[in-house]
């Protein structure tokens, strides 16, 4: 197993904006993709949430996320290539500051293009649950945080809070 140690907020190799890979099919590639994978199942396993990761979060500055939902397996210069106009908001969370949680507004639906592990061009039509995801994968290979995407300083807040106040209702969020 090669999972790796996931960068917290403040590193600042998480606001740099990753390279695109040259080579999709290389020895290094595959490396990447495999401590991604192994890195998600980890996380997965010791917090019981999680559905993908990208590079930047284990350090390595390439464009390649890894999904584990409606999508399983690694996009490699992924980018959104359309998205709806219909928005939604919902509270995000992340690995790199898993005790936070951001209120934000994301696309209804995207188009995503990306390679596959094969080197195959693709591309995924998201929507939902599923296309918030994609957003805020593609956004950390642009050193973009969910935490940046807050409606405003006031839709961040601790999850234990979170928690707490929304046994109250939802009207308390």
Known sequence: MAAKEILLLGNPLLRQRCRNVRAPRSEESRQVITDLRDT?????SHRGFGRGIAAPQIGTSQKI???????????INPAIV??????????DDCFSFPDLLA????????VVSFTDEEGKHRQLHAK????????????HLNGILAIDRAIDSRHIILRSEFEKLSHAGPAVL
Not at 65 to 75: C, L
């Open 40 to 44: 998600l199942a980890e996380f997965r």
């Open 82 to 91: 359309r998205k709806s106009r219909m928005r939604f908001r919902l509270w």
């Open 128 to 139: 939902g649950a599923f296309a918030e995801l994609l957003q805020h994968e593609i956004d």
């Open 103 to 110: 209120y934000v507004q994301r696309n209804y639906s995207v």
């Open 65 to 75: 996320i890894y999904i584990s939902s409606d999508f399983t397996g690694a996009m």
